[in-house]
């Protein structure tokens, strides 16, 4: 079944192809490459929607996932600096231990207020990392590997305030984009070796005869299996013991040998000597951690409605599609890109009922209104700023296990917040009192409708470009006749986007 | 903007009619409490939205660790003035360091911030109920985690909020969208449910589409929206959600603000403390059906140079607890009210180098209203026999919880708090 801006579906869907066999190329088309765009990135403009249209789906995929052949950003460790966290050297903390002591106020005094203004330096140097890992979201000529990073920081969630240390952050950002597609296998390995994560779930404190469990338990629970998934909680305090002596200094992983309990453990069942390395990829050969990981990439990639909406068959059809893609994980030892490649290339992608079938996430919306209408970015703060107060603090999800995402990204706060932002973005035009920076930039609409003729055209082609659902005829009456009131085409399709922007339907993709 | 008889002849409607599209054309919290009602004409539903007699919780929020021992001061303790010589505050007309303590209780020797005159007249009055040494076991020193456990009411400070809970547990799994309401930026955890979601706005104007004040594009906005679930979009599909939601929103937002355009009935001190609780009671007045507010004051974390600091803030709070008491009671409404008062911890007993105190545990709690046990309930943490420096609490905070949850709000605090706690009766 194809849709178009303007088709109106009004019976029950058919579900889609239980398994991920190809789209036929023929149906590949430039609605299909729109898709294609917003959900293996975060959209993009109608001529890039046209030329990858034009492509042709395999080599339209391709571009996408193979990605290595796009120009990278290039990153540097000299972008941040290293060096604000410790906050005080070895020299300074036991200065201070004796000032304090000896009753020392002057000194006390000095020493602390050097400790509050790096304090203060990280804070701001981690608003610095989440406006440059915006802009790249917005500029990437390499979408999937900024989206599969975002889809990897929920994943292994880590919390800068409990880690206090924004480089860390910076470097955990970094391990996930150089993984981004690669072996999960790999990826875990480093997650175990992360500073940030290490911190974030108490294993630096981790050692022989008192291990912390925090990581081994999240490591089973949310990681690699999900909760419940066959394992005990004796698998979790074998794992802590594997793990003891994962540690890291000045930024960087060690493995302390002296803190580590060598002795013998029993992890599902097998006896060894086993090592924190030991107990991932143990866990990591259960087929439940394919399973696991390729469920909620549908949920990411293809439909965040709940199981409990849907018909019957498109519940079956979903699970089935989610076991084709676990197979195919193990099948390439793990290895993301061919999964992926094989979701964005099937039937079941394209399917009318995973259209406009996932509630934009605060960063989604953000980046694709941006690279999808072409509005200024404004100022990156605010951004940041709009995806905190719609539920989205970038290094700051809500705990280990990340987002939710879904359905749970909308309540009437955030619908309005979201709303808001768009204007911003259109106008530049700051909400009193949101604590957002005015922007003059002006945003000429009126290319978007191209040559429009006349107000149904114009309205036609905005629809058809912000909505990933097809209009309703209401929509689209009401907009046109809201539209023909409005004779500069620039006034008329900047109010026209305004009001789409405003749509319940808007926050879908 | 309160129409008693849309219900009825919304519920008429769908009794007589049962027309899908139509109910998709409400927003979910009028449906909700029209199905609720429809089952009160047959079996006994104790909760009726909108009835005027409901009774009404309001949470005040101390950010940044509250100085308890400077808060409910306890002057007649030696060791207080000890382990504070340049912080501890006189006794009753004997002023020191700045300041003499309101009389509370003579007997315990325990007395109010001099600048909290507000709570000392509501105290006078018998709307003020003090709980000291309010805390939990292992106590957690930062204030995020402190602020996490104080908000879900669980000693790791995971999952769902405490009155998030609590609204779960009052909706039966159907919240209705302003059955908890948080004047702030963002909404306070606390009133996170599994699938309950609060209101939250900073100002009533920021609540609302800001494309457009007036004219047709706004005239269109309101068109669009208000069409709710629109003809043809599958029920429970993504875009009837939204649809629905983004209508529940517009109602909400209407009602909000409408209900903050009448003058208030007293005039109220500048504090943005003193706003948000002006909001607050201009939503208690105009009969929203809220039964969960949320605000929240910062700036208490006076590591340094305290004295002035709290002192303003004492001012403040006090001041602003005053006035909206105040009002509740011009309106009528004070016996629906019970506001509780709490901080994420007190703070050391030891003043520091700084002329400021650090972070500690254990604090007192307040409890406003004609309707709570007025005076100071359960025994103040000892000042000598402490825990690394720091209070031992004396009444666990989930025990407040329990008293609120079970006497006030009449819900199942077993299955909101998880577990039984001990605590003074502290509701009349």
Redesign the interface.
């Known amino acids: 079944m194809q849709s178009d801006a303007t088709t109106v579906v009004l019976h029950p869907m058919r579900a889609p192809p239980a398994d991920l066999r190809p789209l036929p190329a023929a149906q590949f088309d430039v609605a299909a490459a729109r898709h294609l765009l917003a959900r293996a990135g975060f959209g993009g403009t109608h001529a890039q929607a046209e030329a990858l249209a034009r492509m042709g789906l395999d080599a339209a995929v391709d571009l996408l996932v193979k990605y290595g052949t796009q120009p990278a950003k290039p990153i540097s460790p000299d972008d941040f600096d290293r060096t604000l966290v410790p906050l005080l050297t070895q020299e300074e903390r036991q200065q201070l231990q004796r000032a304090r002591r000896d009753r020392d106020e002057e000194a006390v005094e000095r020493l602390e207020r050097k400790e509050n203004q790096s304090r203060a330096n990280d804070r701001r140097q981690l608003g610095d990392i989440k406006k440059w890992w915006l802009a790249r979201m917005i500029e990437s000529a390499r979408p999937l590997e900024e989206k599969m990073t975002l889809f990897w920081h929920g994943h292994f969630a880590t919390g800068a305030r409990t880690v206090e240390d924004s480089w860390a952050m910076f470097q955990q950002n970094n391990l996930f984009r150089a993984h981004a597609t690669g072996s999960f296998a790999t990826l875990v390995l480093g997650v175990i070796r992360d500073p940030g994560m290490l911190k974030y779930l108490d294993n630096d404190d981790s050692r022989k005869g008192r291990p912390n469990e925090n990581l081994a338990r999240e490591l089973l629970e949310l990681f690699i299996l999900g909760e419940g998934s066959g394992y005990t909680e004796a698998d979790i305090k074998e794992g802590a013991r594997a793990l003891t002596g994962y540690t890291f200094r000045d930024e960087d992983f060690v493995f302390r040998q002296e803190n580590h309990d060598g002795g013998p453990k029993t992890i599902f069942g097998k006896r060894g000597n086993w090592n924190g390395d030991d107990f991932a990829r143990m866990a990591m050969e259960k087929p439940a951690c394919s399973e696991f990981i390729c469920g909620k990439l549908y949920r990411f990639f293809v439909n965040d409605a709940p199981e409990s909406d849907l018909p019957a068959d498109q519940r079956s059809a979903r699970r089935a599609a989610v076991r084709d893609l676990a197979a195919l994980m193990r099948n390439q030892q793990y290895e993301m890109a061919p999964v992926l490649g094989r979701l964005f290339r099937s039937a079941h992608f394209y399917d009318p009922s995973n259209r406009g079938a996932l509630i934009k996430s605060p960063v989604q919306l953000v980046v694709q209104t941006v690279r999808q209408l072409g509005t200024p970015v404004r100022n990156l703060g605010s951004l940041s700023a709009a995806c905190d107060l719609m539920g989205q603090d970038l290094f700051q999800p809500p705990n280990v296990k990340g987002w939710d995402g879904g359905r749970s990204w909308i309540n009437t706060s955030t619908l309005f917040v979201r709303q808001n932002l768009a204007i911003y973005l259109l106008t530049g035009r700051r909400p009193d009192m949101y604590d957002w920076e005015n922007d003059a930039e002006r945003f000429d609409a009126a290319g978007l409708a191209g040559g429009a003729r006349d107000p149904q055209e114009t309205v036609d082609r905005l629809l058809q470009l912000a909505l990933a659902v097809p209009a309703r005829p209401e929509r689209r009456r009401e907009l046109t006749e809201f539209a023909a009131t409005r004779s500069d085409p620039s006034d008329r399709a900047l109010s026209t986007l305004a009001l789409i922007t405003a749509l319940p339907e808007y926050q879908l993709t | 903007m309160h129409e008693p008889n849309a219900y009825s002849r919304r519920i008429f409607i769908r009794q007589g009619v049962m027309l899908a599209s139509f109910a998709a054309s409400l927003p979910h919290f009028l449906q909700e409490s029209a199905v609720g009602m429809l089952a009160a004409d047959g079996a006994s539903v104790g909760n009726r939205p909108g009835v005027p007699d409901e009774r009404i919780l309001v949470v005040v929020q101390l950010s940044g660790g509250n100085d308890g021992l400077n808060c409910l001061v306890p002057y007649g303790d030696r060791e207080y003035h000890a382990a504070r010589p340049n912080l501890a505050l006189g006794e009753p007309g004997k002023p020191k360091n700045g300041g003499a303590a309101l009389e509370l209780d003579a007997a315990l020797g325990l007395g109010l911030h001099p600048n909290l005159t507000g709570l000392k007249e509501l105290h006078d009055s018998g709307n003020l109920c003090v709980v000291p040494g309010v805390g939990y076991p292992n106590p957690n020193r930062s204030h ?1 985690a402190s602020m996490d456990i104080w908000q879900t009411g669980r000693p790791d400070g ?1 999952g769902t909020g405490w009155l998030g809970r609590y609204v779960d547990a009052a909706c039966n799994g159907n919240p209705q ?2 059955m908890a309401v948080a004047v702030g ?3 306070p ?1 606390a009133l996170m449910g599994a699938t309950a ?7 009533p ?8 004040d007036k004219g ?2 706004d005239a ?2 309101q ?3 208000r ?1 709710g679930a ?1 003809p ?3 029920p ?4 009837s ?3 629905r ?2 209508l ?2 517009q109602v ?2 209407d009602r909000i603000r409408a209900a903050v355009r009448k003058q208030p009935l007293v005039s109220y001190p500048g504090s943005a403390l003193a706003k948000q609780l002006q909001t607050v009671a201009a939503m208690i007045r105009d009969g929203m059906k809220t039964r969960v507010y949320y605000v929240s004051m910062g700036g208490f974390d006076t590591h340094a140079n305290q004295p002035n600091q709290h002192g303003n803030l004492m001012r403040q709070f006090g001041d602003a607890m005053l006035a909206f008491q105040k009002d509740l009671k011009a309106q009528g409404n004070d016996g629906r009210v019970v506001t509780m008062c709490f901080s994420e911890f007190g703070r050391r007993v030891k003043q520091n ?2 002329n400021g105190t650090d972070h500690g545990t254990a604090g007192p709690v307040f409890l406003v209203g004609p309707r709570v046990q007025a005076g100071i309930r359960g025994k103040h943490p000892s000042l000598t026999d402490l825990d690394g420096g720091d209070l031992k609490f004396v009444t666990d905070f989930r025990g407040v919880y329990q008293e609120l949850l079970g006497k006030w709000m009449r819900a199942p605090t077993e299955k909101v708090l998880g577990g039984k706690y001990a605590a003074p009766a502290l509701l009349a």
């Open positions: 995020f995971k969208a302003d930026r963002t909404a955890p979601k609060p209101v939250a706005f900073e100002s104007e920021l609540f609302r589409w800001l494309g457009s047709a594009m269109e906005y068109r669009m929206v069409a629109l043809g979009v599958e429970g599909s993504q875009e959600f939204l649809m939601t983004a529940d929103a909400t937002s180098a700084s």
